[in-house]
């Protein structure tokens, strides 16, 4: 199952309270990004090109337990650069597993085959393995040959260990509907637990500025990619509303509240994808951001965002207020006409 039943128990009720208490700008994940650093450097990342002073920084175990009590998201995903980089991730880890927050550690593997006897298996913990493609789509965007085949053995080690794993997968242009639809047969045959997808952001740092698509184009490359999975046992780690909304059926606004980021800099504003300074605390980020400058319509650079971390939270919200509507989703699957 790509999202645990407890998680989705949990979430629905999290949701459910806040709405009861009428707040509007809420959390639903923690972007936790404990260090920019990464042993690789792919084409389409705005990430990594920080300076070397940046780049050797760290948050400390004691920040990173700071951050995720101060949001109080209920689920904490750790990016980078590459966490398992990080000597204190194993401890971080088990520390939130230990509070029960529900972790996304997510990882290109390299590091995986001598860090893994570091963690044990929970619920509450999900290897998150950055995927783009097949080997040579994948390794061509990561610019590093054999990366493809060491994420392949790291997701079965982790299988084998009893880990629960999900892939991250980003969509550029020059991919097409058919390599997408074997990859996803190729993940799904592997056995792992979920699968997360989004179109590409268009980085301004990013080193390749002609791989990213615009809405239009996205739209089309997700409605044929989901034609091609219909009747297949493909597990997307995402609301079904939010399918819906990468198929062109729903046109929701973007909640760059939902998951605020923490890294080495603050609290970044406004979004994981956008700097646009950065505040000391999580109170400060969420009462002194004027969210409304923000999304399609109010900032060209989200003119061609349809990215999981701003719109995953407002298709969720959405699902558990039209649960009919949800009901109708399963049933009928996505409108692909």
């Known amino acids: 199952m790509a999202i645990p039943a407890i998680q989705i128990a949990r979430l629905g009720k999290y949701i459910l309270s806040q709405t009861l208490k009428g707040n ?3 959390p639903l994940v923690l972007m936790l990004e404990p260090l920019f650093q990464c042993n690789l450097r792919c084409k389409g990342c705005g990430k990594i090109n920080q300076p070397a002073s940046v780049l050797n920084q760290r948050l400390s175990f004691d920040e990173c337990i700071a951050a995720v009590e101060e949001c109080g998201a209920p689920i904490v995903s750790i990016p980078g650069g590459e966490p398992l980089l990080h000597p204190e991730i194993p401890a971080i880890v088990k520390e939130l597993v230990r509070r029960k927050k529900f972790v996304y550690l997510c990882t290109n593997g390299i590091l995986i085959p001598e860090r893994i006897n570091q963690f044990k298996p929970s619920p509450y913990l999900t290897f998150n393995i950055h995927l783009d493609g097949l080997e040579e789509v994948h390794d061509n965007i990561v610019c590093k040959q054999g990366v493809f085949q060491s994420a392949i053995r790291s997701i079965k080690l982790l299988k084998s260990k009893g880990f629960r794993v999900n892939t991250n997968t980003t969509l550029f242009g020059g991919q097409t509907p058919e390599n997408a639809a074997a990859f996803f047969d190729y993940l799904t045959g592997l056995g792992v637990d979920g699968m997360t997808l989004s179109a590409a952001f268009s980085y301004e740092a990013a080193a390749d500025q002609d791989s990213f698509l615009t809405r239009e184009q ?9 034609r091609l999975g219909k009747g297949k046992k493909w597990d997307f780690s995402h609301s079904s509303f939010y399918l819906d909304f990468l198929a062109g059926n729903q046109d929701y606004s973007c909640s760059p509240w ?3 980021c923490r890294s080495v800099h603050g609290w970044q504003r406004p979004c994981y994808l956008l700097e646009d300074g950065f505040v000391p605390t999580y109170k400060e980020l969420m009462e002194q951001t004027d969210w409304d400058k923000y999304g399609v319509g109010n900032d060209p650079r989200c003119a061609n965002c349809m990215v999981h971390c701003g719109f995953e939270p407002t298709s969720v919200a959405d ?3 039209r649960p009919i509507k949800g009901a109708m989703l399963a049933l009928k699957g996505l409108n692909l006409k």
Do not use: A, T
Not at 218 to 226: A, D, M, P, T, V
């Open 24 to 26: 509007k700008h809420y």
């Open 218 to 226: 996205s739209k089309k490359l997700f409605r044929e990619i989901f």
């Open 258 to 260: 939902g998951n605020p």
């Open 319 to 321: 699902s558990v207020k």
